[in-house]
């Protein structure tokens, strides 16, 4: 069996370095190297141990001389530093080659039992060490070590970054702006999809532009512009969670939801305005006023109407809403919502109405009010924005009486806090929390011509006005803050989008298409003739192909047949067979000679007349055939309207 196997394994060993020759490989068929982990991991141990001992020893003899000495505990440093780096040069030089045999190892153990609690690496160069570095024993700091040796400089860059993040103010992206070109009216809706790759905007133009900020160069064109409410101003619009649905709220009583392209894809149902409760209906029957996607559920939208309904629709379902929020005075009177809004988990449903009044549902409860403030604002001032922050703890409020407040959800019976002074003309107008919910924006109104609108930034907790920006000469409508991006985009009243962005601190979004060049417009190119394109046509029989129609155009123009000045009209009678300008027909030559004379100026009737005496005297047309029969005519007499009154009987008399 050995002298069989043995001769096999040469059989194969002369196998494949006859392979290895014909292939190519170099270490082909070698076996690989075997290593005895348990040498090496008592070698280790061993080393340590020793180490360790001698660690120690060196150790209490230094402090017995500096307890003598007297010394300070910074001498206590550097021979400990001093040890660690002898104890490794002899443990280098120490280190055995081989595994050692069982002897050793009860020594090793014994040295084990009294210095157990000192196994493992050195002592570790992150201590205080001050004074000169060239005094330094031991191995080199880490690279990442900040001790007295650090330069000042680095302190300083330190302390403005902490500086940095502790102002809310320097994290505001207003450093570079670009300007959209919506229209000429008022841009009352704004909507980035999560990825802030895409915008859309709509106005009071009925208008809704679609802009790609990945597909724009400097000339910032919107791709599509599309009305898809037809003659009904845009109050809202927003992406889905997931992108690819945007809900258009117009002044109809029917929500449109398109896909990202601009096609529809559902349109609510309108419900039946002669029934009394509107919870019987299946849809709202009157002006829209606002509408928000769920922050959780990709299939679930809120809307709320003039109609003094909220109600909520879901997407795969378009014949029926799904539930209906009824807003509620505090006599029972039915309130009209004026915007409306999910919590940042999704759970509750907030509207804001036009009593001034905030109204809070559970999402499954839609009966009676979670919470409930009857004077949040100015009663009969329309409460226009109603936005969550991102912890969902605080909820700030847009009203029409001029003012700004937030709120506790947790105590909702009174406000935290309230700016006043904020001017707005507009139903819509907005506010929304920073990305790291340090900071509240919003936008004022100003009159035509009267000054700048302001974009208004507000600390959260001190309520402090604390930057403003201020945006252009008309009304601040809209404001987005998209906190992917940290790009903020901004609807104005005269027709523009304005995106604020900074170059470090932003990403994405503006930065891509103002880097672009604007593209060449090209020239658009007619073709002299049509080209037949005849594949089996013999080569002498066989056009060119076209390359360029310019190149065909200088062609032409070099052949003096195709580049003939057409002659002009005739004017005359006509020579060479050409007719005249007014044609050689009896038809044009009445036209030109009788139609058009304008000489004769006479009064028709007195030309017919002027020949009646000598018909008269000499008759020949008409007279003569009638000289037989009737010598004389005879003309019926003209009777005045009394004698006809007369002679009619009695029974065609009027009667008076």
Request: with cysteine; net charge negative.
């Amino acid at each position: 069996m050995d002298a069989s196997s043995g001769g096999k394994e040469t059989e194969s060993s002369s196998n494949d370095g006859d392979i290895a020759s014909v292939m190519g490989f170099s270490g082909f068929g070698k076996k690989a190297r075997t290593f005895d982990f348990e040498a090496i991991f008592e070698q280790t141990r061993r080393t340590a141990i020793e180490r360790s001992h001698r660690a120690l020893e060196e150790r209490r003899q230094d402090e017995t001389q500096q307890e003598a000495a007297g010394s300070s505990q910074k001498s206590k440093v550097r021979p400990v530093a001093a040890s660690t780096c002898r104890d490794k040069s002899a443990a280098k030089a120490s280190r055995p080659q081989e595994s050692s045999s069982s002897g050793d190892s009860s020594d090793s153990g014994s040295d084990s039992d009294s210095s157990s609690d000192l196994i493992g690496p050195p002592i570790p160069s992150k201590l205080a060490i001050h004074g000169d570095p060239d005094d330094i024993v031991g191995p080199p700091l880490p690279p990442g070590y900040r001790g007295s040796l650090a330069d000042d400089d680095d302190d300083e860059e330190d302390m403005q970054d902490e500086d940095d993040d502790d102002n809310p103010v320097k994290r505001i992206p207003d450093t570079h702006e670009i300007t959209l070109q919506h229209g000429t009216k008022t841009v009352s809706a704004l909507g980035l999809d999560p990825s802030g790759a895409r915008l859309v905007t709509g106005g009071y133009d009925y208008d809704v532009r679609f802009w790609d900020f990945a597909g724009m160069d400097a000339a910032l064109q919107a791709f599509r512009s599309l009305q898809p409410c037809e003659c009904h101003q845009i109050r809202s619009l927003q992406y889905s969670v997931t992108g690819d649905v945007i809900l258009v709220v117009a002044g109809s009583a029917q929500a449109k939801v398109l896909d990202r392209d601009g096609f529809p894809v559902l349109e609510c149902v309108k419900g039946d305005q002669y029934i009394v409760d509107m919870a019987n209906t299946k849809g709202h029957t009157a002006m829209l006023n606002s509408g928000c996607w769920h922050p959780k559920i990709k299939e679930e939208f809120l809307t709320c109407s003039n109609d003094g309904t909220v109600r909520t629709w879901d997407l795969n379902s378009e014949k029926k809403h799904k539930s209906v929020f009824k807003p509620r005075s505090l006599q029972g009177k039915r309130v009209t919502p004026t915007c409306c809004s999910y919590s940042r988990d999704g759970k509750l449903i907030a509207a804001g109405c036009q009593d001034g009044t905030i109204q809070i549902w559970d999402r499954n409860l839609s009966v009676h009010t979670k919470f409930h403030c009857r004077k949040a604002h100015t009663p009969g001032s329309d409460i226009s924005c109603l936005a969550f922050s991102y912890d969902g703890t605080t909820l700030a409020s847009r009203g029409g009486d001029d003012t700004l407040k937030t709120w506790d959800i947790r105590n909702f019976s009174k406000s935290l806090s309230v700016a006043s002074g904020l001017t707005t003309f507009f139903p819509m107008t907005d506010c929304c929390f920073s990305p790291d919910d340090r900071l509240l924006v919003t936008g004022t109104s100003v009159k035509r011509g009267e000054g700048n609108g302001k974009l208004v930034f507000f600390e959260r907790t001190s309520f402090q006005k604390v930057y403003e920006i201020e945006v252009s000469n008309a009304s601040v409508v809209r404001c987005l803050w998209h906190p992917k991006l940290n790009q903020i985009m901004v609807g104005t009243g005269n027709g523009l989008a304005k995106v604020y962005y900074d170059p470090v601190k932003s990403q994405r979004g503006a930065k891509l298409c103002v880097v672009k060049s604007k593209r060449k417009e090209k020239q658009a190119e007619t073709l002299t003739q049509d080209y037949i394109i005849t594949p089996h046509a013999l080569p002498m029989f066989r056009e060119a192909r076209q390359r360029s129609t310019r190149k065909q155009l200088e062609k032409d123009r070099l052949d003096p047949l195709k580049s003939h000045k057409p002659e002009p009209p005739v004017s005359g009678p006509g020579r060479g067979g050409r007719v005249a300008a007014h044609g050689g027909t009896l038809s044009s030559f009445i036209v030109k000679n009788i139609a058009l004379d304008k000489t004769d100026d006479s009064n028709p009737r007195e030309a017919i007349l002027r020949h009646a005496k000598a018909a008269s005297d000499n008759p020949y047309w008409v007279a003569p055939a009638y000289t037989s029969t009737q010598p004389e005519p005879v003309f019926a007499e003209v009777e005045s309207e009394d004698e006809e009154a007369d002679k009619e009987p009695e029974w065609k008399k009027r009667k008076i």
